[in-house]
């Protein structure tokens, strides 16, 4: 149910009388506040210069994926480091991926695989802090928190909270990810979750011309207020409202549902990981700027080929029918397709049969966004252990993202200390696919 409060509350502030908030159901921690409607991406629109609508899904292998079986098959190294469940050819000349994926092989003309994507950081926590955020974090295996905020909370606060057309999220998450968040960004910018009840308190449960009539109730209110606002606030507050209204009077609610799309294309991409993936693109179609999904099971410290034969023919079909649906609407350009975890695996398998987590060399993929499709980027070395060309880091995979959403590279916004500080610092656009 959409329970939308409508309660007008007020108190004194500097002997002024005003009021202080419009609340929208649970929408989650601060999904719609005030400060989304002063972002960058607005000032950037009333300025006259060119804001990008364009997308990116996020796809997170938790616990680390292997880059050998899956982007990196290794086929001419030693049994020890080649990937343990053979190779699939590409269209791609030369280029072959782990067996397990070969919708993605058929595809890899609309794909890049990066083969030097390297960090510092082997554990869980601290690999998805540095590639969620560009920045390392040592403390957060030990109870640390995250110190940084993730890539799609800078999104959410350059471009705002709520995309000013559909009332879509800027940022969704679709699972929970580690260091997701926005820390010191604020809570306005955190993503979207529309698990349990949020997505329910989108929906609608009063006639459209109820609505209406308490848009004119709240409309009178405000003129009788104006007379004593001095600060401009009850104008930034009309604007919020609109905001809101827009939110489940558009289009955001039906993206979510499923039961909205083309019976064939829900079939093509399948069950679970695939519904998800589905539901990622209506989003963006939506509106949506920043698209998490989580699809965990890569901490795969033993038995390697049977836990891959297990989860990746779910991940290889949502991802070929994702990049073909996108294709096939002409969407490409508009959306970009990252795929990554937090680290890769060790290039020799243990006496388990499986591998252990290595950030020296780990595992991306990505299609779309109007960048230079069908190529490797990069080169790893001969055992798949370390990059053998310049390695890229996670603020190069922070930059490209900036580049495709149109993020100023040069970004800044006040940290806790009261000091404004550049959201990426050293990173560079992969010049391969720019």
């Known amino acids: 149910m959409f329970n939308l409060l409508m309660d007008r509350r007020y108190r004194d502030c500097e002997g002024t009388t005003r009021r202080e908030f419009l609340k929208i159901g649970a929408l989650g921690a601060g999904a719609l506040t005030l400060p989304g409607l002063l972002s960058a991406r607005a000032q950037a629109a009333a300025a006259g210069r060119p804001v990008k609508n364009t997308s990116v899904v996020w796809v997170w292998l938790g616990g680390g994926p292997t880059h050998i079986e899956t982007f990196d098959p290794k086929m001419d190294a030693p049994v020890e480091y080649r990937s343990v469940t053979g190779a699939v050819a590409t269209r791609l000349p030369g280029v072959s991926l782990g067996a397990t994926f070969p919708k993605m092989a058929a595809l890899a003309d609309k794909m890049a695989f990066v083969r030097s994507f390297a960090h510092t950081n082997s554990g869980h926590g601290g690999g998805t802090h540095f590639v969620m955020t560009g920045y390392d974090n040592r403390a957060i295996d030990n109870g640390g928190q995250p ?241 053998k060309t310049k390695p890229i880091r996670p603020q190069d995979l922070m930059a490209t993202v900036f580049h495709v959403l149109g993020v100023d590279p040069h970004t800044q916004f006040v940290n806790p200390a009261g000091r404004p500080v550049y959201m990426l610092e050293d990173g560079q656009p992969i010049s391969a696919l720019v």
């Open 147 to 387: 110190t940084r905020p993730s890539i799609g909370a800078i999104v959410a606060r350059v471009r705002g909270a709520n995309n000013p057309d559909s009332g879509m999220p800027t940022y969704v998450r679709l699972g929970r990810i580690g260091s997701d968040g926005p820390v010191f960004l604020g809570t306005a910018y955190a993503p979207f979750d529309p698990s349990g009840q949020a997505l329910k308190n989108m929906t609608l449960a009063v006639p459209e011309k109820r609505l209406g009539d308490r848009r004119m109730l709240l409309a009178s209110l405000d003129r009788m207020n104006s007379a004593v606002d001095r600060s401009g606030l009850m104008e930034g507050l009309d604007r919020f409202e609109e905001q809101a209204f827009s939110l489940v009077l558009g289009g955001a609610p039906t993206a979510f549902d499923l039961s909205r799309e083309n019976p064939k294309v829900v079939a093509q991409y399948g069950k679970g990981f695939g519904e998800q993936m589905l539901r990622a693109r209506r989003l963006c179609e939506a509106g949506c700027g920043f698209v998490t999904l989580s699809y965990g099971g890569w901490d795969m410290h033993a038995q390697i080929k049977p836990a891959l034969d297990r989860r990746s023919p779910e991940l290889d079909r949502g991802i070929a029918a994702f990049i073909d649906d996108v294709q096939q609407r002409g969407l490409s350009d508009n959306i970009l397709l990252v795929i990554t975890g937090e680290f890769g695996r060790t290039p020799k398998v243990n006496r388990n049969a499986g591998r252990d987590h290595w950030a020296p060399l780990s595992t991306l993929a990505l299609a779309g966004g109007g960048l230079k499709m069908g190529q490797v980027v990069g080169e790893s070395a001969a055992k798949a252990d370390v990059p």
